[in-house]
């Protein structure tokens, strides 16, 4: 059974950095598409970055340059450093598993949220101007 658990959201001022982390259990080791999505309340959930089975990445337009998402390889973290927080970077992030594929071109920031099989709880992320 797969079971995903974010961490590591808070309060920051803009220009500031955090990192989330996400525990994963019951994935197939590099057999999964890994993502990150955030949501603000009252809109679709938006994939923000991707991470495949080769340790491809992929980013959004607003994540690129300043978001990395990465994994512990030992212990299956799923990481999302995120640097220089905007206000407009406020939301709920998730993070989130598909088994169904975990190549290049299947694992992109672009994919939909309804593609995602298992998710997390989320963590809040403020950034204040």
């Known amino acids: 059974q797969v079971h995903l658990m974010e961490s590591g959201g808070g309060a920051v001022q803009a220009g500031g950095s955090l990192r989330l982390s996400c525990a994963t259990s019951?994935?197939?080791?590099?057999?999964?598409?890994l993502a990150w999505f955030r949501q603000i309340p009252g809109e679709q959930r938006e994939g923000v970055a991707t991470?495949?089975?080769?340790?491809?990445?992929t980013y959004a337009d607003s994540a690129r340059d300043r978001f990395t998402i990465s994994q512990d390889n030992a212990q299956g973290t799923l990481f999302l450093q995120m640097t220089n927080l905007k206000p407009d970077d406020n939301a709920m992030y998730y993070c989130?598993?598909?088994?169904?594929?975990?190549?290049?071109?299947?694992?992109?920031?672009?994919?939909?949220?309804?593609?995602?099989?298992?998710w997390g709880q989320g963590t809040q992320v403020t950034v204040s101007a």
């Open positions: 989130a598993a598909d088994t169904a594929g975990y190549g290049t071109a299947y694992c992109q920031a672009t994919r939909l949220s309804r593609d995602f099989t298992h």
């Open positions: 991470l495949d089975g080769y340790g491809q990445t």
């Open positions: 019951g994935l197939p080791p590099r057999r999964a598409c």
